[in-house]
Each structure stands twice: as C-alpha cells, then as structure tokens.
T-cell receptor, first 115, second 115 residues
C-alpha cells in the first residue's frame, strides 16, 4: 500500500513563527503536492514538485515556500505564520508510471491553528 | 472560470437508496481525466473512481459509478445502495492533458446517510 505521512496531525503556532510541515511518501513517486483545504473552497494547490529540487507554484503560493531535497520528502514552509493561514494542509503524491489513470495519494492532513 | 463545479454543498440520502452527486467541469483540452474522492470526518482523502476523456464506457467500481456525459461536461458520481459509512465529503477533480499536470478540485459535497 502507498503510504504518505505528514509530520503532525494537529499544530498550534503563534503569529510570526516559522512553521515547517513535512510530508514523506514511500512509493518512489515523482510528483508531490501541497494543498490547503478550507470549508466551502475545496482543495487549493499551494505548490507541487515533479522532481528533486524542482518546484512549481500552484494557485495560492503567497506566504509559502517549499523544499524537496530528497525524492521521498516534500516540505511546506510558512516563513512568518499569519492567522489567515489557519487551515487543513494536505500532502499528496503520484507516480508518472501509471499513466493518465494515476491518482494522487493523500496523507492524513495537518490541522494548523495560528493564534 | 471554475474548472470543477459541485453545486450541492450538502445532500441527504436514506440508507439503501441510491444517490447522485453532481460535478461539471470546464476544459478545452481534449485529453483529461476525472476523479472522485471521499473524505470521511477523519480527514484522509480516498480515491474512488476514474474516468478518462476518451473512455467510451462509464466507469464503475463496486457500488460507485460515474455518469459521464461528455457533451454536457458532466461527471456525476452515483452511489448505489447507500450505507451509513458513505457519510463523508465527496470531491470531484480533473487533470488536464499530461500526467504530470496538476489536479483541480471542486468545493465538495457533504453526504449524510440517514438510517
């Protein structure tokens, strides 16, 4: 079974803190994604990566950065957390090998509260 | 314009009845894939079913089927014989063109199965 793990299920941070969210997948997937999920807005893509050290901006990259130094690990960084970044953060990965049917596999999510 | 539209924020269905969750999409790319995911209250996203733009037949996976109407750009999920465990958020998603491309998600439909 594909396994995508995220470093924390729940996180509480203060405004202005630097926040690291880590995601690890064990299936040698090329693609990795970070989303935030808010009620009524669905999932919105923050950043994605299709290879080590490669990254692409998604729809809402402002206030976030990412790092992919190893194939299995994709980190999301909030340089200076703000209250409007309180959200559920979902990491996902997918393979290129499966062709067009290849789905994304999701981690359990991190619920971040910024006070 | 929204790539994926789910117009039903919430739905109720009686146990053992069938239910249809609506999804319309917008793309000019002739090659695309459509996906449905289930998100229980625990938060993890579970892949349910896939339909490719060139597939001639509607996709089916157990109690799930996808009513694909290409000309109308709709990809509705049909759940037959609803069970209490089907209560969850359901998301429709689309990937255009190449397999490395990003996914676009709808805002989701909350389904409640009534005993």
């Amino acid at each position: 079974d594909v396994k995508v793990t995220q470093s924390s299920r729940y996180l509480v941070k203060r405004t202005g803190e630097k926040v690291f969210l880590e995601c690890v997948q064990d299936m040698d997937h090329e693609n990795m994604f970070w989303y935030r999920q808010d009620p009524g807005l669905g999932l919105r893509l923050i950043y994605f990566s299709y290879d080590v050290k490669m990254k692409e901006k998604g729809d809402i990259p402002e206030g976030y950065s990412v790092s992919r130094e190893k194939k299995e690990r994709f980190s999301l960084i909030l340089e200076s957390a703000s209250t409007n970044q309180t959200s559920m953060y979902l990491c996902a990965s997918s393979s290129l090998a499966g062709g067009p049917k290849e789905t994304q596999y999701f981690g359990p999510g991190t619920r971040l509260l910024v006070l | 314009a929204q790539k994926i539209t789910q117009t039903q924020p919430g739905m109720f269905v009686q146990e053992k009845e069938a239910v249809t969750l609506d999804c319309t999409y917008d793309t000019s790319d002739p090659s695309y894939g459509l996906f449905w995911y289930k998100q229980p209250s625990s938060g993890e996203m579970i892949f349910l079913i896939y339909q490719g733009s060139y597939d001639q037949q509607n996709a089916t996976e157990g109690r799930y089927s996808l009513n694909f109407q290409k000309a109308r750009k709709s990809a509705n999920l049909v759940i037959s014989a609803s069970q209490l465990g089907d209560s969850a958020m359901y998301f429709c998603a689309m990937r255009e063109g190449g397999i490395g491309n990003q996914f676009y998600f709808g805002t989701g439909t909350s389904l409640t199965v009534i005993p």
